[in-house]
Every structure is written in structure tokens, then in C-alpha cells.
């Protein structure tokens, strides 16, 4: 039975103008991801916002989306990927204005939810529409396509970011999306097609309670644990509780699931018979927490450490992203010819190799560009590795499935993000702490004797409450008042020192973990099915509904 193509009033929707649609709505949101990552430090200054506050901007996004990412994934199954594309892209659009108008970074904590929620609403759409627009064999070029849009958007980040948190105001870097997000939605409207592929579902409302609530506990349980120190949050709750209390209800709601498979679960457990499925799960997941657990200390390490600008630090990285992009279009045009673990696992690896040149030629005294051939290494490795991932994991993939699965996918990616910030950022804490009084010890020495005890006990609290990040700032250090003008001068010159220093010493150990994580994937890519299963392939795909 051949594949049917959707259609719109009784015309064939056009591929390429869906694939645009939803490129567009990807680019808005990674845009933004990229942008708020450069404007780190202006945040910190103008909302007085300590670390742990400016992880949550980031991980209140990634709460919400990695909480919600399954059900609207299904929900997408259900009334149509065309209208849940259409109400994130709304949400979104909100929560951005908000953003920009936030005044305290409680205010910007609930909006960047806010966009979470949205980019969750809109995110499982596009792999259900690509899945019933092309067959596996013609879908290589939209993956590039993908691929391309997001290396454009990672490589406009920074340095759009960098021009307008310079020249503008951070606000303006949620306001940009106003525009963009309008277009989008009416676009939407206007271009994808209403209806969904495969057979109507119904939504397992009991089993959206249970994986929302054991989802949050997790996830709210990784991402704060590092606040209250791993203890207790208040009276006999402590995070240990609510990270067990998550994983009980999600044992609970597996169990649900296995019920009522060949019924309507929410989460249909066919999708993870097919091995390259599970283990390109793996690969996002594995992604997902080096992505975070490398780019968070990068960052820092640029505008605090060596001192550059949001423009500066953006135009730096730059390189990277243009590597990420030019990788991107090539492996498109090779995908189709080719077998996917063949650039997979040589992306992942060149991902791994580019950082850990990074890693190793990190310094406090080093220059902007020193780390520039890691950087393109590790950015073409990026480029070779979306594009076979989600050719690999939808293959085999029947279309009734596909918005389950997408949500499915995109979740774990976002579990690993979650977990990177959670594990890196308590990491990078725990080694700044050490690092910090080591090298004030060591510095100490050319202040005069009665300001030597002082000068390395600032040090020593320093990250408890949340490090103080920003150009020429001293980790958090509470430095002698009284002192001299003269002494005053080589405190300040000294604690920069000791920041910059313990930094770098606190960084390098950090990135170990996700290079090491990267290499075990790429080993677990080995496994990787070549060839498309015969019993699946054989099968004719579901019919899409036609479109009025």
C-alpha cells in the first residue's frame, strides 16, 4: 500500500513549507536558550542574582519542559500536531514578553517556566508531521535541514546576544521572540496541516497525573538539590525524599503503562522494542548532559575568568556553532547514502576530542582564541550527530506512534540536561570551594601578614550561598574594608587571581564527566541495527486522514 500524502483543502501539503514552520519555531527557541546563556552575567548584576538563582532560569525551563514533553506529545496524537504547534508557539510568545519585563529573578524563574512550558507544547510536533510528510529513505534532508536551523541559531545566539546585552539592555533578548513567535503562529495556521496521522487516541488522564508528579519530583529534586545542600528542604522533607517519592510514583506509573498496553497508554511500549530507538534514547540523554555539563563552566570561564564581554565571548564561540552548521549540511547529503552509525559514532568521539583539547589548554592567563581548534573539532562532532540520531531512532517507527515517541526522545534529552546541571553544577561548586582556598592560601603570601588570615578566609565561604559570577568579580570573597588604598588595589588584583585560578582548577575536573559520558555512548552506538527490520519495514504505513 503506498504512502498517502496529507492534504490541505484537497491539496497536498507541502513538505518544505512545513519543515520551514516548524525550523522557524526550533530557531526561536534555541535562539533563546543561546542567547540568555551569554547574558549570564548582566543578570547577575542588574536582578542581583547569586548561581543557584541563574541555574534555575535555566532549569525552570527545563523543568517544565522536560515534565510535559510526553503528554503533549500525545496530546499532539490526539487533536493534531498542527494546533498544539500553534498553542506553544502562543505560550511561548507570553512567557517571553514576560521575561523581558521581569523585575527580580523570582519574576524571571516563573516566566522562563512559562517559555518551558510553551517550547514542551511545541516540540514533540515536528517529528510526527516529518514521519507521515517522508518515508525513512527521503527523510535524511529535513534532519539536515533541522540540523542546519539549530547551528544557525546556536551560531546567532551569541553574538546577537552579545550585540544586544551590550548595546540594548538583556531584556531585549526575550523581546526579539515577540516577532518571531507571531509569525510562527500565524504561519501555523496557515501552512501545517490539521489533522494527525494514524489512529485517534484517547489521553490517559490518571496516567498524565502520575508521570507529571513523578517527573517533577525528579527533576525538581536534581535541579535543587545543590540549594539545600542535599538535605532538608523543610521540616521532615528533604530532597533525597523527594527524588525517591518521584521515582516510586514513575514505578508506579510504568506499572499502569504495562496495563494497559494494547489499550491507550499514555506511553506505548512498543516504541522501545526496536533497539536503535532505546539506544538513540542513549545517545539524546548522554547529549543532553554534556551539552550543559561543558557549556555551563565555558561560559563563566570567559566573562569571569578571562574577562570578556557578552559581544566578545559570543563572537568567540562562534566558530563552533558555524562548524556545527557546515557539519550539518554535509551529513544531510550524506545520511541517505550511507549507513548512520558511521557518522554517529565518529561525531560523538570528534565531540569528545574537541573538549578534551578544551579541557587541557584552559587557562587563567590564556588568550580568546586558544581554544579555537577544540571549539571546531568539537562543533563539527555536534553537526555529525544530530542528523543520525533521529534518522536512526524513526527508521523503524510506525506513524501512530511517533508522537509518543517524539515525546519520548525529547524527554530523555531533557532528563540528561537536568542531570548535568544538577551533578556539574554541585560538582563545580564542590571544586571552586577547594580551589578557592587553595589558591587564596597561595596568594596570600604577597599581601602584608596582617591581612593574610583575612584575605584567605574571605575565600572560604565564598560559593556557600551561591557564586557570584561576572567580569573582574571575586568569586563571592568578603574582602578586608579597612585596608590602605595601596593594599585595597592588590586585594582586588589578587582575589581576581585567585578566582581565575581556582576556576580553571575547578573546571577541568568538571568537564571530565560528560567527555567520559560521550565516549560510552559512542561505545553503546556499536549496537546499532544497520539495517531496517524486515517485519517493519515490510509494513505499509498508516494512512494519514485526509485534510478539508
Known sequence: MSRKPLTRGGRPVNPHAVLGVFCLGLFMTLL???????????????????????????????????????????LGDIIGPRTMFAIGTAVFTVGSAGSGLAQSPGQLIGFRALQGLGAA???????????????????????????????????????????????????????????????????????????????????????????TLGLFGVVYGLIDGQHYSWGTITGFITIPYVIAAGCVVLAM?????????????????????????????????????????IFLPLTIYYQSVLGLSALAAGL?????????????????????????????IPGLLAFAAGMSYVAVM???????????????????????????????????????????ASGVLSTMQELGTVLGTALVGALLQN?????????????????????????????????????????????????????????????????????????VGAMRPTMILPIALLVVVAAACLFVRSTARTSVAAQAPAEPAAIS
Open 253 to 293: 506509573f510504568l506499572w499502569r503503562q504495562a496495563r494497559l498496553q494494547g489499550r491507550e497508554a499514555l506511553v506505548p511500549f512498543a516504541v522501545f522494542a526496536d533497539r536503535n530507538f532505546s539506544l538513540m534514547i542513549l545517545v539524546l540523554a548522554g547529549m543532553g548532559f554534556t551539552m550543559v555539563g
Open 362 to 404: 584552559v587557562s587563567a592567563d590564556g588568550g580568546r582564541w586558544a581554544l579555537l581548534p577544540g571549539l571546531i573539532v568539537s562543533g563539527a562532532g555536534i553537526g555529525c550527530v544530530w542528523i543520525p540520531v533521529f534518522g536512526i531512532a524513526t527508521r523503524d517507527l510506525r506513524p501512530e506512534l511517533a508522537g509518543a
Open 32 to 74: 533563546d536558550l543561546t542567547i540568555v546563556n551569554i547574558a549570564i552575567p548582566k543578570l547577575v548584576d542588574d536582578l542581583h542574582a547569586s548561581l543557584d538563582q541563574v541555574l534555575w532560569v535555566q532549569s525552570a525551563y527545563s523543568l517544565l519542559y522536560a515534565v510535559l514533553l510526553i503528554t503533549s506529545g500525545r
Open 431 to 503: 571544586r571552586l570551594a577547594v580551589g578557592l582556598r587553595h589558591q587564596a592560601a597561595h596568594y596570600s603570601g604577597q599581601l602584608p601578614g596582617a591581612y593574610r588570615d583575612r584575605f584567605v578566609a574571605g575565600f572560604t565561604h565564598a560559593t556557600s550561598g551561591g557564586l557570584d559570577i561576572g567580569a573582574g568579580q571575586a568569586g563571592g570573597a568578603a574582602l578586608p574594608t579597612d585596608a590602605p588604598g595601596p593594599v585595597r588595589r592588590q586585594l582586588g588584583a589578587l582575589a581576581q587571581q585567585t578566582f581565575g585560578h581556582g576556576f
Open 316 to 344: 568567540t564561540v562562534a566558530p563552533q556553532a558555524l562548524a556545527m552548521m557546515v557539519a550539518s549540511s554535509i551529513c544531510g547529503a550524506m545520511s541517505e547514502k550511507i549507513n548512520g552509525k558511521l557518522l554517529l
Open 121 to 211: 507544547i511545541m516540540a514533540p510536533q515536528g517529528l510526527p508531521m516529518i514521519t507521515a510528510l517522508l518515508p525513512p529513505e527521503k527523510r535524511g534532508g529535513s534532519f539536515a535541514a533541522i540540523g542546519a536551523m539549530s547551528g544557525l541559531a546556536v551560531l546567532a545566539g551569541p553574538v546577537l546576544g552579545g550585540l544586544i546585552v551590550s548595546h540594548i539592555g538583556w531584556r531585549w533578548i526575550f523581546y526579539i521572540n515577540l516577532p518571531v513567535g507571531v509569525v510562527t503562529f500565524v504561519l501555523a495556521l496557515i501552512l501545517l496541516p490539521a489533522g494527525s496521522p494514524g489512529r485517534r487516541h484517547r489521553l490517559d488522564l490518571t496516567g498524565v497525573i502520575m508521570l
